[in-house]
C-alpha cells in the first residue's frame, strides 16, 4: 500500500475507546424483477391491488400445483448478471428453503442455493473524492418472495395476502468488500442504477421492490474477519448509514468492553434508529436446502447469453467513460449525469449541437434544483431537454446572456413556453448594439463624476460602472461590450 | 344387466358403439355394483349424479358421431386427483372438505375422451402404504380371500380401492398413482394389470403430490389390451408440469401385435432374493418359459446396485415428501385446529391431520435433509439412484425388456404386517423402476399356493411402453389366467 492509500485506509477507520476499529461490510440486495408474471405462476406481479387479488392455485400451494418457471425472469437475471459483468452460470438449479410461515404457503420458498445462476462479478463505486473502489460480487439468484401477513383487519386474527407470494426477486450478494457507509450507499446506489438502466428491476425502495440486508463485523485493522450481524429492514439508503454507523459503535462498545460479538439477525428500527437482536444463530432456521424436484435444471445455452449480451444497452461505467471522452466532462460530472439513465439521455439531448460542458451545469445545476424543489423526476421536466439546449443555443450567439438565461429558465419551468418566445415577448434580447450601449455610458458618467475620477486614480473601481450600465440597460447589453466601451472611454487599455 | 360389468373395458367400448347397450346402461350397471360392495370400502366418494349426467352426455355424442376413444366408460379415479367440484382427500383427516376448484391433467383428458366417473376411491393416506391400511377412511379391502383360512386381505397399496374397485368389477378401469410401487403392488394383489408409465409420460398437475421426483400416474385394468386403451387418454406432455417430456403419445393398442420373436428378455440375477416363496419364484420361471415359448430370447442380466434401492428410496422419497407436506397447515384449505397461537395451531393441525404413517415419512424425511446429515443421506440416496439408472441403461444394451416378479408374496391380511420394514419390503422388486424413472407393468399370472392372485412384471426402456404392451400382451395370453374371487361382498 501507497502512502496515499494508507493516509485513505486509516481515515475509514473508527476510533474507539481503545484504538481503531475497521468495519467491514457485505450487502445482499434483493431486486424485484421487472415483469408482468410471477417467477413460477403466470399471476401477475404488479405492485398493490386488493388482498389476494393476484394469487393464482400455485400461489397459493394448492394441493397438486407445479411450478412453471418464467424465461422471462431468468432473462432478466442473465442481463443483470452481465450488467454486474459477472460470471453466467449455464447451469443451475432451483431448491427448496423449507420452513413455516403462513405467508409463504408451500413451506418452502423456491431458490437457488448451491449453484445460482449467475456467479462472481464486480461493481465499481465512484466516491465524490475521486477515489474509485471495487466490490466483489459473490453471486445472483432467483427467488421467490413471500406473501405479507396482515394483523391489524380483525382483532383476534390475522390474515394473510398473497399478492406478493411468488414474485420474482434477485438476489444479489456482494463480497464483504465495504469498510464504510458512504461506500455502501455508493454501492446501493449503484447497483440501483445498473438494474434500472437494464430495467431489469425499477430500483423502487419506498414500493420495496428493492431491500438491502447489511452484514456489518468489526476488527482491528490487519486482522482476520470478525463475527458478522445481518441488519435487515432497512429501506432506504439514508438509514443504511444509520444502521452501519449504529450497529458498527455497538459491536466496537462490546469488544473494547472485553464481550464476544453474538452472531445473529438484527432488525433496524428507522424511529429510534438503531438496530435490535431479532434472533440468534442457535435460533436460526435449518432450511433443510435440497434441489426441487418439481423443476429440471435451468440449463442455457453460451449463445443465448451471447445474444443477450449484445442487446444490452450502454451501462453507466460506460456511458460516463464516453461522458468523458467525448463531452470532455470532468469524471466527477461524468459520473453524476451516467448514474441515471434518464439524466444521462436528458443531458445527451440538451447538448445535441450545443457546448457539452454549459449543458452539463444547466442540467446538473439550475434543472435539477428546480425538479429538486418541486419534486418531480427528470421525466416530468417542465422543460423539455431540447428547450433547454434552445436556451444554451440562446446564450452561446450572444442573443442572451447568461445571467438573463436564468431568468427566461425559471420562467421556462413556470410556463413550458419555448425560451426564444419567453425573449421575444418580454424584450429580453441581449443589446448588442455598440451605439446604444455607449449612450448609457455616457449618461453614466456625466452623472457621476466622484466615481470616474476614482476610476482614473484606482482602474478596479470600473466594475461599480459596469454595474450601473447593466442596471440601466435591465440586464439587456451585452456585458462583453459594455466592459469594452467603459475601458475604451477611461482609456484602461 | 349384471353381465355389463363382466366386460372388458375394450369390449364396453366396442359395445357402446355399436349401441348394444347405452353408457347410460353401463353406468348403472357399475354404480349398482358400487353400491353394493360396502364392504370393499373401495370409495371414499361415490359421484352417481355425476356419473348419470356424464354417461348422459356420452349417450348424446354416441349419436351424433362424435364420441372420444373412452366414451361412456366408467372409471374410477384414485382419490390422489383433484377433481374440479368433487371431494379431494387423499385419504388424509388433513384434507377435510377440500373440493378443488380445479381438473388435474390426467382426469380432464380422461374426460375429455368421453370417460365417465364413478368415484373417488381410497388409497393409503398420501400414497404412503403397501396395505391400505393408513387411509383414514379405513382400510380398503380385497375382494379376493386366502382359500386355507378365508381371511379378508389387504388389496396392496398405496393404489388399492383402484385396484378393489377394478378387481371387483365396480368400475371398467381406474386411475393410481406409483411412487415405489403403488399401481403394480396393489395389481399383483388383486389380479389386475397395472401399469407404471416412465416417469414423464403422464402429467403430475393437479395430483395431491407425494415424493415429485418418483410419483407417476397410470392406469389399473382387467386386460392388457385395457390398460394401452386407458393409457393412450392418460399420457401426453402438459405445459403445466416441466417434469412431463414432450414426445408424441403413440397408439399403444395397435402396438399389441403378440409378436415378440427374437425380443431379448433380461433375468435380473440380484432378484433371486433370499427366503422368495417358492410359489413366487416357480411362477417367474414359468414366465420365462412363456416369452422363450413365443420366441424371445431370455438371458441373464445384472442389476448390482438393487440391494440400495429400497434404503435409497426410503430416504429420497420421505425427504421431498417432508417438504411436499409442509403446505398442509391449517391456513388455507383443510382441517384447522385452533390453537393458542400460530405454532400451536400449526402444531394441533398436523397432528390431528396426519396418521402415524405419514408422520413417520415427514420425520424420516426432515432429518435426513437437516443440517449435517444431508450429505450422508441424501445425497448419498441420489448417488445411489444414479448407479441404479445405470445399472438398468447397461442391461437394456443387451435387452429389451426385464421380466421380475411384482412382488415377492400374495395380498396378506390387515394387521398381519405391523412393522414398517417388513412393509416396505413388499416394495423391493417395484422401487428400483421408479428410482430409475422406468416404465413397469404388472400382469396377473397364476396363483398362489393359498389361491391367490400373483404378478409377474415386465419393465421396458424409457418411453418404451409399446414395446411392454407387447410383452405384456404375450404374457397375459400365455398365463390364461382367468381365476376369479368369489363375490362374497354382495
Not at chain 1, 481503531?20 to 421487472?34: P, S
Not at chain 1, 464481550?259 to 434508529?273: A, C, M, S
Not at chain 2, 437437516?370 to 439412484?385: E, F, H, P, T, W
Request: charged share 25%.
Amino acid at each position: 500500500m501507497n502512502e496515499a492509500a494508507q493516509a485513505e485506509a486509516k481515515s475509514k477507520l473508527i476510533h474507539g475507546a481503545t484504538g481503531d476499529w475497521e468495519v467491514v461490510i457485505g450487502i445482499e440486495t434483493h431486486a424485484q424483477v421487472t415483469s408482468n408474471a410471477k417467477l413460477f405462476s403466470g399471476a401477475s406481479a404488479a405492485f398493490g391491488g386488493e388482498p389476494n387479488d393476484h394469487v393464482s392455485l400455485v400461489d397459493a400451494a394448492m394441493p397438486g400445483m407445479l411450478p412453471v418457471i418464467n424465461s422471462y425472469a431468468v432473462e432478466q437475471a442473465v442481463r443483470t448478471g452481465l450488467g454486474l459483468k459477472a460470471r453466467i452460470n449455464l447451469h443451475s438449479v432451483f431448491d427448496r428453503k423449507n420452513y413455516f410461515y403462513p405467508d409463504l404457503p408451500q413451506g418452502y420458498q423456491i431458490s437457488q442455493f448451491q449453484q445460482p445462476v449467475v456467479g462472481e462479478g464486480v461493481v465499481v463505486l465512484d466516491m465524490p473524492d475521486g477515489e474509485t473502489i471495487d466490490v466483489g460480487i459473490e453471486r445472483l439468484h432467483l427467488e421467490q418472495d413471500a406473501g405479507k401477513s396482515v394483523h391489524d383487519r380483525l382483532p383476534e386474527q390475522s390474515c394473510v395476502d398473497l399478492n406478493r407470494s411468488g414474485v420474482a426477486l434477485m438476489e444479489i450478494v456482494s463480497k464483504p468488500d465495504m469498510r464504510s457507509a458512504d461506500e455502501v450507499k455508493a454501492y446501493v446506489g449503484k447497483i440501483r442504477a445498473i438494474v434500472r438502466y437494464l430495467g431489469t428491476c425499477d430500483g423502487n425502495m419506498e414500493e420495496g421492490s428493492m431491500r438491502a440486508d447489511i452484514n456489518v463485523s468489526v476488527r482491528r485493522p490487519g486482522e482476520p474477519l470478525g463475527t458478522r450481524c445481518e441488519i435487515k429492514n432497512v429501506n432506504s439508503i439514508r438509514f443504511m448509514g444509520q444502521a452501519i454507523e449504529f450497529e458498527a459503535r455497538r459491536q466496537i462498545d462490546i469488544l473494547e468492553d472485553g464481550g464476544e460479538i453474538v452472531q445473529e439477525t438484527r432488525l433496524f428500527d428507522p424511529r429510534k434508529g438503531e438496530t435490535r437482536s431479532m434472533r440468534s444463530k442457535e435460533e436460526a432456521h435449518d432450511y433443510r436446502y435440497f434441489p426441487d424436484p418439481d423443476l429440471l435444471p435451468l440449463d442455457l445455452t453460451q449463445e443465448w447469453v451471447d445474444a443477450l449480451a449484445a442487446d444490452l444497452p450502454e451501462l453507466p461505467d460506460e456511458k460516463k467513460a464516453r461522458f468523458v471522452g467525448d463531452y470532455g466532462l470532468s469524471v466527477y460530472d461524468a459520473g453524476v449525469l451516467a448514474a441515471d439513465r434518464a439524466a444521462a439521455g436528458y443531458f445527451e439531448t440538451a447538448a445535441r449541437g450545443h457546448d457539452a460542458k454549459i449543458a452539463a451545469n444547466w442540467v446538473m445545476g439550475e434543472l435539477f434544483a428546480a425538479l429538486n424543489k418541486r419534486d418531480l423526476e427528470i421525466e416530468a421536466s417542465p422543460v423539455a431537454p431540447e428547450a433547454l439546449g434552445e436556451l444554451i443555443g440562446l446564450i452561446s450567439d450572444g442573443t442572451i446572456s447568461g445571467r438573463i438565461a436564468k431568468d427566461v429558465f425559471d420562467i421556462m419551468i413556470d410556463t413550458g413556453d419555448a425560451p426564444a418566445k419567453i425573449v421575444e415577448d418580454r424584450g429580453l434580447k441581449q443589446v448588442t448594439d455598440t451605439g446604444a450601449i455607449e449612450k448609457i455610458v455616457d449618461e453614466i458618467i456625466a452623472a457621476n463624476p466622484d466615481q470616474a475620477a476614482e476610476v482614473k486614480e484606482r482602474p478596479k473601481a470600473l466594475g461599480w460602472f459596469v454595474g450601473q450600465v447593466m442596471k440601466a440597460s435591465q440586464g439587456k447589453a451585452n456585458p462583453q461590450a459594455v466592459n469594452e466601451i467603459l475601458r475604451a472611454k477611461f482609456d484602461l487599455n | 344387466m349384471a353381465e355389463l360389468t363382466e366386460l372388458s373395458l375394450a369390449d364396453a367400448r366396442d359395445g357402446l358403439k355399436r349401441r348394444d347397450f347405452s353408457a347410460l346402461e353401463l353406468a348403472r350397471a357399475h354404480l349398482d355394483a358400487v353400491s353394493a360392495a360396502g364392504d370393499l370400502n373401495a370409495f371414499v366418494t361415490q359421484t352417481d349424479e355425476h356419473a348419470l349426467k356424464m354417461a348422459e352426455a356420452s349417450d348424446a355424442r354416441l349419436a351424433d358421431g362424435s364420441a372420444g376413444p373412452l366414451e361412456g366408460i366408467p372409471l374410477a379415479i384414485k382419490d390422489l386427483f383433484c377433481t374440479e367440484g368433487i371431494l379431494t382427500t387423499a385419504s388424509s383427516h388433513i384434507l377435510d372438505g377440500f373440493v378443488p376448484t380445479y381438473e388435474s391433467t390426467v382426469t380432464a383428458q380422461l374426460w375429455r375422451d368421453g370417460a365417465v366417473l364413478v368415484g373417488k376411491t381410497g388409497c393409503d393416506e398420501f400414497a404412503m402404504g403397501s396395505s391400505n391400511e393408513t387411509s383414514y377412511y379405513g382400510p380398503v379391502i380385497n375382494p379376493w380371500r386366502r382359500k386355507s383360512d378365508g381371511a379378508k386381505l389387504v388389496p396392496g397399496g398405496s393404489s388399492g380401492g383402484s385396484a378393489s374397485a377394478v378387481a371387483g368389477r365396480l368400475a371398467m378401469g381406474a386411475t393410481a398413482t406409483d411412487t415405489g410401487g403403488s399401481i403394480r403392488q396393489p395389481a399383483a394383489f388383486t389380479g389386475t394389470v397395472g401399469l407404471k408409465p416412465t416417469y414423464g409420460r403422464c402429467s403430475r398437475w393437479g395430483i395431491v403430490a407425494f415424493a415429485s421426483s418418483l410419483d407417476q400416474a397410470g392406469p389399473l385394468t382387467r386386460t392388457v389390451r385395457d390398460s394401452a386403451i386407458m393409457l393412450g387418454s392418460m399420457a401426453g406432455h402438459d405445459p403445466k408440469d416441466t417434469t412431463s417430456i414432450d414426445t408424441p403419445v403413440p397408439d399403444y393398442e395397435a402396438a399389441m401385435t403378440g409378436d415378440i420373436r427374437g425380443m431379448r428378455i433380461g433375468i435380473p440375477k440380484e432378484y433371486r432374493v433370499d427366503n422368495m416363496p417358492e410359489d413366487v419364484d416357480a411362477l417367474w420361471q414359468k414366465g420365462v418359459e412363456w416369452l422363450k415359448a413365443a420366441g424371445a430370447e431370455i438371458q441373464e442380466v445384472s442389476l448390482p446396485h438393487t440391494k440400495y434401492a429400497l434404503p435409497a428410496y426410503y430416504i429420497v422419497a420421505p425427504a421431498e415428501a417432508s417438504s411436499n407436506l409442509a403446505r398442509y397447515d391449517g391456513v388455507r384449505y383443510g382441517l384447522r385446529v385452533p390453537g393458542e397461537d400460530l405454532i400451536d395451531m400449526y402444531e394441533n393441525t398436523r397432528a390431528a391431520g396426519f396418521g402415524p404413517e405419514v408422520k413417520r415419512r415427514v420425520l424420516i424425511g426432515t432429518y435426513v435433509l437437516s443440517a449435517g446429515y444431508y450429505d450422508a443421506y441424501y445425497i448419498k440416496a441420489q448417488r445411489v439412484r444414479t448407479l441404479i439408472k445405470r445399472d438398468f441403461e447397461q442391461a437394456f444394451e443387451a435387452v429389451d425388456m426385464i421380466l421380475t416378479p411384482t412382488t415377492p408374496n400374495a395380498a396378506f391380511a390387515p394387521g398381519e404386517i405391523t412393522d414398517p420394514v417388513t412393509m416396505y419390503l413388499n416394495d423391493i422388486f417395484t422401487v428400483t423402476v421408479n428410482m430409475a424413472g422406468l416404465p413397469g407393468i404388472s400382469v396377473p399370472a397364476g396363483l398362489s399356493a393359498d389361491g391367490l392372485p400373483l404378478g409377474l412384471q415386465l419393465i421396458g426402456k424409457a418411453f418404451d411402453e409399446e414395446t411392454l404392451f407387447r410383452g405384456a400382451g404375450v404374457l397375459e395370453e400365455a398365463a390364461g389366467f382367468d381365476a376369479r374371487p368369489d363375490h362374497w361382498w354382495a
